[in-house]
């Protein structure tokens, strides 16, 4: 069987080493430690855990932290296994989930890890749209048209990547409802709730809508914790010992001492703190972001995210966007997403929540490259 590479990120490695301006990755200015450990009270609190073995599904009190930020009640806790980061939790689902020969549809363009590790399985593949013209909301009829009586999963993302769409309750419904006629899997990635641009309140999300439903969640976005590679699966009670076998294949377990940072993180007060410093940035360097994109409207437009990190700008120019991308990086030194790594040509995809001085700059670079390019 051909393996199918997880394309972006052999992009990211290949390149990202060389760039000046790395604009590619999905999450934006990392906290560091100190910030999340500010008390003598939370670094002894460190200090004193032992490095021994942890829990395989995570720690007792972490789960029920999880449950109560992503469901809205602790009660949830043993439905949620602590992953290696949401990398892991998408792989582990999809591998308990998706058999040789299964149909799984996809949301398209898309973060594209669920799509290859599904192709991977020996699954048939096929992409439903978010509409461009619609301002990127999910085509229901084409995926309508698309589930079938023997449709093992539908795998969406909400808050959207690359395209920051968030999922309305009227959206939800409808997919849950077309889940529901043929008894799919619906498997929601949600690693970007709580990096909304125009509210306080978390994005919906697909947990308790119908009892076939796998979430996915992450401390990477909207916690600005990518390096502790923390994340986490929410599963119905039937599933889980499918869930942990494979976990316990893949990584046994999340490292101890990630998980007593994420303990940290995801106490009310903190957890409030941390979405209140990743919103503010984002609504910054959108405006900024923005601007630009503006500065340009003869050659490039974009839809404004909802929520995420993430800008999908398209342009007008005839060349492939692997092609842009590569000439973004070897002339500016500016690394983007490549529309292609997403499913969609002729669009790229910038993290615009960075320094407002790295970002102008990385912009720059890209505006002379983009002239060159267009003359």
């Known amino acids: 069987m051909t393996f199918t590479p997880f394309e972006l990120l052999e992009w990211q490695g290949r390149l990202g080493p060389t760039a000046a301006y790395s604009l590619a990755d999905s999450g934006c200015r990392p906290i560091r430690l100190r910030d999340l450990v500010d008390s003598e009270q939370s670094l002894n609190r460190l200090l004193d855990s032992e490095l021994s073995y942890p829990p395989t599904r995570g720690t007792d009190p972490l789960r029920a932290l999880i449950a109560q930020w992503h469901t809205g009640s602790p009660d949830h806790a043993p439905e949620v296994i602590v ?60 995926l309508a048209d698309m589930v079938r009586p023997d449709t093992r999963a539908i795998s969406v993302t909400t808050p959207s990547n690359p395209t920051g769409t968030v999922l309305t309750e009227e959206e939800i419904r409808a997919i849950v409802s077309l889940a529901d006629r043929s008894g799919a899997w619906i498997l929601s990635d949600e690693v970007h709730r709580g990096t909304e641009l125009h509210t306080e309140e978390a994005s919906p999300t697909f947990w308790g809508r119908y009892d076939r439903v796998v979430c996915v969640g992450s401390l990477s976005k909207a916690f600005g914790m990518p390096g502790l590679r923390l994340g986490w699966l929410i599963a119905p009670p039937a599933l889980m010992p499918k869930l942990r076998q494979r976990h316990e294949y893949t990584t046994v377990s999340a490292a101890g001492p990630a998980m ?116």
Do not use: C
């Open 260 to 375: 007593a940072l994420a303990e940290l993180a995801l106490t009310p007060v903190t957890r409030t703190r941390l979405l209140n410093r990743y919103r503010g940035f984002l609504r910054e360097s959108w405006t900024q972001m923005q601007q630009w994109i503006a500065s340009h409207d003869q050659l490039l437009s974009a839809v404004p995210p909802e929520a995420t990190s993430l800008a999908f700008v398209r342009y007008r120019l005839d060349l492939s966007s692997t092609e842009v991308a590569e000439a973004l990086h070897a002339r500016g030194g500016v690394l983007v997403g490549a529309g292609a790594h997403f499913g969609t040509e002729h669009h790229l995809r910038f993290t615009y929540g960075q320094e407002p001085a790295h970002l102008a700059a990385a912009l720059e670079k890209t505006s002379h490259v983009l002239k060159e390019l267009s003359a």
């Open 83 to 142: 992953t290696v980061g949401a990398a892991e939790a998408n792989t582990v689902a999809v591998e308990t989930l998706i058999r040789p020969g299964d149909h799984v549809v996809t949301m398209s363009p898309g973060y594209r890890q669920v799509w290859g590790a599904a192709l991977n399985q020996g699954a048939v593949v096929e992409e439903f749209p978010l509409d461009p013209r619609q301002g990127w909301r999910p085509d229901i009829d084409a």
